[in-house]
């Protein structure tokens, strides 16, 4: 007698469909297998929620085709993707999506190994017997002896001059054998140096060494050679109970990081990431089922591998602006993600870096964070000992670089000593700056720079959609009004003009590997390149205390992007800068208007003190952490129906109690990376998000839910 399973297809589809299991996949089919199931006239794949021996409505039911891994989710990950569909209101099916690498039977290319089978004893007899009669015999021998890994058969065959024959002679003699490897490229990165790892203090992790199963959040962060030190003792020991997920900010940072826990630990560890081919992603997801990877060290997709026993998760860089998922489904924050991870399988989630987001601080000062060794008090300490900082502003509108960090980079050229310079690419969204005053026009509603159109005739605010064309300065009138920063390439020609004979090199993170990086950074420390310039990218805690003199250009673009954290990257950037700068070093901080940022703070250390402004300006505005901002998308090709449902929600939402709380909804064109189409937005103020979550499933009708996503901001 078949029974029936309701199958969550991987497609934008907020609903389930019942299908039969018959025949030898009753036994097969369980809570959480992947499936093949015909839908809608193809073959998609999706996953078991629920089994049962009736179905939930009459009619023909197609039955499931194939069951793609016998190894199903976990209770843990199918209780995550219920939580992450409620929270963002993405289909199930699409959730699955993209927990679930796309084709789980590709296979990477495979190679063949050889490996020794005899016993040592058996082997050194055969060597001393045969070393006359069977010379090649025994110098292939000799070449496994002397290799402490497996050797590939064509390698093995260079290596030992010899044919195919003496090799055949050896297998059926049963003293070797061989083996069918998956061929995975090598990702392990050269450092730019050798790594002087501080050791960290001895108490900082001993919450680690407590319960085994137990849930708990920890901040960790410290600077220099002592945060690469601190990682590798968290993955220490967080791996004695499990395998242990890194998630990292960039492809870069998570092959370097890989690569220091096989250097320094001797574990197994794998990479997960989009730069890998199908096989390899196919590969490595199916090898995490196992439970045989000490380590895997990733970037966003990582935090879903179906790991049987999960011992920790540790979060590089935890603030980010990479780990706000904002173009894709589902929308969020990767954090929050990897903390409810942590939360239903009882393990702990580590946060680190340089320095800590403005909501692990207030995480930390109201003690639902907890921090090892102290409390908020010492949460970031001084970065930038022995750095000295200088504040400049650039001279004029033509001018990226002030002249007094020219002068700066011409001695640093007779000398012989590198350079590096972080700026920003210039481009459609940039802020507008009145020349007369110095003030950014901002929306009078939500304080928030507004983003403005290629064409520069208006612009935009991106939360509740007021929109102003740029023709004078709300603050002194003034007509004289222009776009904030010249990019990279002003900075490049400027830098060409001040060094005509010097190696200047441009990373162009978009077109150029991290390996290439890597090579840059080894021939910039060793004096083979004079000034190295490019984006966030480069500031890496690799470097750490590396580099004598460093400039930080275009603060003004970064200080004033279109978002409520724009000050906190901007002082992230800084402390990041300020990591990678050696003792006795210089940091240039330089922008258009740089007497009102508040980079003179900076300058002076006074991390806490801007930290605690931060929060107040947001406590101001009741932005997060002490609100939570919500933006509710809805999706479609017809504008008008878009905003109409928009506004229907939102008096809904408003006889809720909400009223007051919500901005738009704000209308646009051609979203989602080019892609056709139209979207209308509401952007939600609420001190309660789950009480927010309860309404608006409460008023949201059934047939409007495969046009509206949502994303909760961290």
């Known amino acids: 007698m078949d029974s029936y399973a309701r199958i969550a297809v991987f497609r934008p589809i907020p609903k389930l469909f019942d299908y039969s299991v018959s025949g030898e996949l009753q036994d097969r089919v369980k809570v959480g297998s992947i499936c093949s199931v015909p839908f809608r006239g193809e073959r998609v794949r999706g996953v078991a929620v629920e089994l049962s021996k009736k179905p939930s409505f009459s009619g023909e039911k197609k039955p499931v085709s194939e069951v793609i891994s016998d190894r199903p989710l976990s209770q843990p990950l199918m209780d995550l993707a219920r939580w992450i569909s409620h929270r963002t209101l993405t289909p199930l099916g699409q959730v699955f999506h993209r927990m679930v690498p796309a084709d789980l039977t590709v296979s990477p290319r495979e190679k063949k190994v050889i490996e020794l089978t005899g016993s040592f004893a058996e082997i050194r007899q055969f060597i001393d017997e045969k070393r006359s009669r069977a010379p090649k015999q025994v110098e292939i021998l000799e070449c496994l002896l002397t290799s402490d890994e497996t050797v590939e058969k064509n390698y093995l065959l260079e290596r030992a001059d010899s044919s195919r024959s003496p090799l055949n002679s050896l297998l059926e003699r049963g003293l070797i054998r061989e083996v069918s490897l998956p061929e995975l490229r090598s990702e392990g990165q050269q450092f730019p140096l050798e790594l002087d790892l501080t050791e960290p203090a001895s108490d900082v992790l001993e919450e680690l060494e407590g319960p085994p199963n137990s849930f708990v959040q920890l901040a960790l962060h410290s600077s220099g050679p002592e945060l690469l030190g601190s990682y590798s003792r968290m993955v220490e020991l967080i791996q004695e109970r499990g395998t242990v997920l890194f998630l990292t900010s960039d492809v870069g940072r998570a092959r370097w990081f890989s690569e220091l826990f096989r250097r320094r630990l001797d574990l197994r560890v794998l990479t997960y990431h989009s730069g890998l081919t199908r096989g390899e992603q196919s590969y490595r997801w199916n090898t995490a089922k196992t439970g045989s990877v000490d380590v895997f060290v990733g970037v966003l997709n990582a935090v879903y591998l179906p790991v049987p026993d999960l011992g920790g998760i540790v979060i590089d860089d935890e603030g980010d602006r990479n780990y706000e998922l904002k173009e894709q489904d589902p929308k969020g924050n990767l954090v929050k993600i990897a903390l409810k991870r942590g939360e239903l399988e009882e393990r702990p989630v580590l946060y680190s870096g340089v320095a800590p987001s403005i909501r692990s601080y207030y995480e930390t000062k109201n003690g639902s964070l907890n921090r090892p060794g102290g409390g908020a008090d010492n949460l970031i300490g001084d970065p930038a000992k022995g750095v000295e900082i200088r504040v400049q502003s650039s001279d004029s509108s033509s001018n990226s670089i002030s002249e007094e960090f020219k002068r700066e980079l011409r001695d640093n050229y007779e000398k012989e000593e590198p350079a590096m310079i972080i700026g920003e690419r210039a481009g459609p969204s940039s802020a507008a700056l ?78 150029e590997s991290d390996r290439e990086l890597s090579e840059l950074f080894r021939d910039l420390l060793r004096g083979n390149l004079d000034v190295l310039l490019g984006t966030r990218s480069l500031l890496t805690p690799f470097l750490a205390g590396k580099v004598p003199l460093l400039g930080l250009l275009d603060l003004d673009i970064l200080l004033n992007r279109p978002t409520y954290r724009s000050t906190e990257f901007l002082f992230r950037r800084i ?89 738009g909804p704000m209308g646009e064109s051609s979203f989602g990376g080019g892609k056709p189409g139209s979207r209308s937005r509401l952007m939600v103020k609420t001190d309660d998000l789950d009480g927010f979550l309860s309404k608006f499933h409460s008023v949201v009708n059934e047939e409007d839910r495969e046009m509206i996503r949502l994303n909760p901001y961290s």
């Open 434 to 511: 009145c020349d007369e005053c110095g003030s950014v026009l901002r929306c009078p509603e939500c304080r928030i720079p507004l983003a403005y159109s290629s064409s520069g005739r208006y612009g935009v605010c991106p939360y509740c959609g007021f929109r102003k064309e740029m023709l004078v300065c709300d603050n002194c009138g003034s007509e004289a009004i222009r776009f904030i920063g010249g990019g990279l390439e002003a900075i490049e020609n400027e830098l060409s003009a001040l060094l005509p004979n010097g190696n200047i090199r441009v990373f162009n993170a978009q077109a």
């Open 575 to 663: 402390l990041k800068g300020a990591n990678i700068v050696g003792p006795e070093g210089k940091l240039f901080l330089q922008g258009l208007r740089s007497e009102q940022l508040t980079l003179r703070t900076i300058a002076s250390g006074r991390w806490r003190e801007l930290y605690e402004n931060e929060l107040e300006s947001r406590r101001r505005m009741n932005y997060p952490p002490h609100g939570e901002l919500v933006e509710v998308s809805f999706q479609g090709r017809d504008m008008d129906s878009l905003e109409k449902a928009a506004r229907s929600l939102k008096e809904k939402l408003e006889e809720e109690g909400l009223e007051g709380r919500m901005l």
